[in-house]
């Protein structure tokens, strides 16, 4: 089979650390066109816009968005209302309802539609998931703190409305939450800390409770100096799981137990091959949803300025 032809949206830091490779590592997936402002790269067809993309390439056979949450659903209506399955970055959309809204429309044109979480690809998050499966939960810990200066820097998009600051992190670690546990939970309180000269917040602490009533904490942080912390502390009935690095590393009742390598990307386009070849989309907003919970019921407080240096 040939290879489909993949035009890919917002040539930015995630397009150009991840996508890029993982697609030229991909048999089944060829990117023949970018588009965005000033979007060009050598020996692919470059545009200013989907729109001037999808009139000048109309054999393009899927659409990747990378740009930022904020203009994700208007480019993927765009896309879909031509007849392009569209794979999204995380988050999916600024809002659940936009989220909502793509998944039907990619239902009624008969088109895929994948909502990607790269985090949920972690090597340690599946064999994380089938050992919890059978276990009693009684308390989960999330620590995620990492530097927005080293992670998006000069991104100020991330502190506007929808760039969902702190949570353009966090997020991360919640779809590897609702993927692990085997109930489902749901937020009760939460403490969101936003710099005076900013619309999202830059920390947040959340909690949760899962429906037996176990607690689900998440320490959210984007001012980590050092060493950066992407972990999660789940204490069950036969001891402690400890997935830190992101998913990357996995530890059971203190024993290290052996993973696959990092692939995060490379998965993330396996799976969207998968769901172009058999038609289906994959969209789970339960990730968004603990967001927008925390929006509604948080408890705002502000802090000190935000500046990239
Ligand atoms: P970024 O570096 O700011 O890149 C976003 C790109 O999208 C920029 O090239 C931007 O162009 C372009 N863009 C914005 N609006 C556009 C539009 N309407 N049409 C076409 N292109 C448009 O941001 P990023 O870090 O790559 O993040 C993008 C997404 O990836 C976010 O949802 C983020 O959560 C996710 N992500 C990021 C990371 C990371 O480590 N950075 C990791 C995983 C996932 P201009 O700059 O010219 O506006």
């Known amino acids: 089979m040939t290879a489909r032809k993949i035009g890919l949206v917002g040539l930015g830091k995630i397009a150009r650390?991840?996508?890029?490779?993982?697609?030229a590592?991909?048999?089944?997936?060829?990117?023949?066109?970018?588009?965005?402002?000033?979007?060009?790269?050598?020996?692919?067809?470059?545009?200013a816009s989907l729109s001037a993309m999808l009139a000048a390439r109309p054999d393009l056979d899927a659409i990747t968005l990378c740009t930022p949450p904020g203009v994700r659903h208007a480019l993927a209506a765009e896309a879909l209302a031509a007849g392009k399955p569209v794979m999204l970055e995380k988050p999916p959309g600024a809002t659940l309802g936009e989220v909502e809204l793509l998944a039907r429309q990619a239902e009624s044109a008969g088109l895929t539609l994948f909502a990607s979480w790269h985090s949920r690809h972690a090597p340690g998050v599946a064999p994380a998931r089938e050992w919890l499966a059978g276990r009693e939960i009684h308390r989960v810990q999330i620590v995620w703190k990492e530097d927005v200066r080293v992670w998006h820097p000069g991104q100020e998009w991330i502190f506007e409305p929808a760039g969902m600051g702190?949570?353009?992190?966090?997020?991360?670690?919640?779809?590897i939450v609702t993927a692990i546990l085997p109930r489902p939970f749901f937020l009760r309180d939460a403490l969101l800390q936003v710099p005076a000269n900013r619309q999202a917040p830059i920390a947040a602490q959340?909690?949760?409770?899962?429906?037996?009533?176990?607690?689900?904490?998440?320490?959210?942080?984007?001012?980590?100096?050092?060493?950066?912390?992407?972990?999660?502390?789940?204490?069950?009935?036969?001891?402690?799981?400890?997935?830190?690095?992101?998913?990357?590393?996995?530890?059971?009742?203190?024993?290290?137990?052996?993973?696959?390598?990092?692939?995060?990307?490379?998965?993330?386009?396996?799976?969207?091959?998968?769901?172009?070849?058999?038609g289906a989309s994959?969209?789970?907003?339960?990730?968004?949803?603990?967001?927008?919970?925390?929006?509604?019921?948080?408890?705002?407080?502000?802090v000190a300025s935000f500046h990239f240096p």
Not at 212 to 235: H, K
Not at 244 to 256: C, D, N, P
């Open 17 to 23: 650390d991840q996508h890029l490779p993982a697609l």
């Open 166 to 175: 702190v949570f353009d992190p966090g997020i991360n670690a919640l779809s």
């Open 206 to 278: 959340l909690r949760f409770m899962d429906t037996a009533g176990a607690p689900v904490e998440a320490d959210l942080d984007f001012l980590q100096t050092g060493p950066q912390t992407w972990d999660i502390y789940v204490e069950t009935d036969a001891g402690r799981l400890t997935l830190t690095k992101g998913g990357s590393e996995l530890t059971i009742a203190g024993e290290s137990v052996p993973v696959g390598p990092a692939g995060e990307y490379p998965a993330l386009y396996a799976r969207f091959a998968e769901l172009l070849d058999s």
């Open 282 to 302: 994959d969209v789970d907003p339960a990730p968004l949803r603990h967001v927008a919970d925390a929006c509604l019921l948080g408890r705002r407080e502000a």
């Open 25 to 47: 590592a991909n048999p089944d997936l060829e990117l023949v066109a970018v588009a965005g402002h000033g979007a060009s790269l050598d020996g692919v067809d470059g545009f």
